[in-house]
């Protein structure tokens, strides 16, 4: 649930905070909704003060480092806070979380929900393996690109933004085998991703 919508203390306006990555303690790198008016200094409060945050450093694009401030342990205070971030392309907001998650999905980490995968099920993932196609699992967390759109005619001048994966030495050694071996090797699904290895 890491989409907050707060006020400016200092003002009263409304300030929309997306939080991207968690950087050192308290302090996240967040994407701002009217960014333009969140300064170095500026506060910003969440549900009755039970969780602020202030701005300590401003970059391009939105993008602030912002220090919250709470009392107990911050995911919890989030849970209770905070919506799941949805691609621009979903319009109704969910009233469970969970109900909006792939099968697989098991290390929090994405700023967006896992739109990809969301219609992969168990059963599927159990015909695929009865059909010999062996599954590793991976783990991608989706970052600023997916709420980015593409403004440009040629899309080599876009710029991607990079997002954080994670694969096990294990998994790395199957993957690089199937490589080696010429086996197709077949990606599905986002946050916590599957990779299907074909034989």
């Known amino acids: 649930p890491a989409r907050l919508i707060g006020v400016k203390e200092e003002t009263g306006g409304k300030c929309e905070v997306l939080l991207l990555k968690q950087l050192e303690g308290d302090v996240w790198e967040c994407l701002l909704g009217g960014a333009h008016s969140v300064k170095e200094g500026t506060h910003v409060s969440f549900g009755d003060g039970r969780l602020r945050?202030?701005?300590?450093?401003?970059?391009?694009?939105?993008?602030?480092?912002?220090?919250?401030?709470?009392?107990?342990?911050?995911?919890?205070?989030?849970?209770?806070?905070?919506?799941?971030?949805?691609?621009?392309?979903?319009?109704?907001?969910?009233?469970?979380?969970?109900?909006?998650?792939?099968?697989?999905?098991?290390?929090?980490?994405?700023?967006?929900?896992?739109?990809?995968?969301?219609?992969?099920?168990?059963?599927?993932?159990?015909?695929?393996?009865?059909?010999?196609?062996?599954?590793?699992?991976?783990?991608?967390?989706?970052?600023?690109?997916?709420?980015?759109?593409?403004?440009?005619?040629?899309?080599?001048?876009?710029?991607?933004?990079?997002e954080t994966y994670e694969i096990d030495e294990a998994t790395a050694n199957e993957l690089n085998k199937a490589k080696k071996e010429n086996r197709r090797i077949i990606a599905i699904g986002t946050t916590s991703v599957r990779t299907l290895e074909a034989n």
Not at 90 to 111: E, F, H, L, M, W
Not at 118 to 133: A, D, L, Q, S
């Open 53 to 162: 945050c202030e701005c300590v450093k401003v970059f391009d694009e939105g993008i602030r480092h912002m220090k919250f401030i709470y009392e107990g342990i911050f995911l919890e205070v989030l849970e209770s806070l905070g919506k799941m971030p949805l691609p621009p392309y979903i319009r109704k907001q969910i009233s469970d979380n969970n109900d909006y998650q792939t099968v697989y999905a098991k290390v929090p980490g994405s700023a967006a929900a896992p739109t990809a995968g969301f219609h992969f099920t168990e059963e599927m993932f159990k015909k695929i393996e009865e059909k010999g196609i062996k599954v590793l699992e991976v783990t991608l967390n989706i970052g600023l690109g997916t709420f980015r759109p593409v403004k440009v005619q040629d899309t080599k001048d876009h710029i991607m933004h990079s």
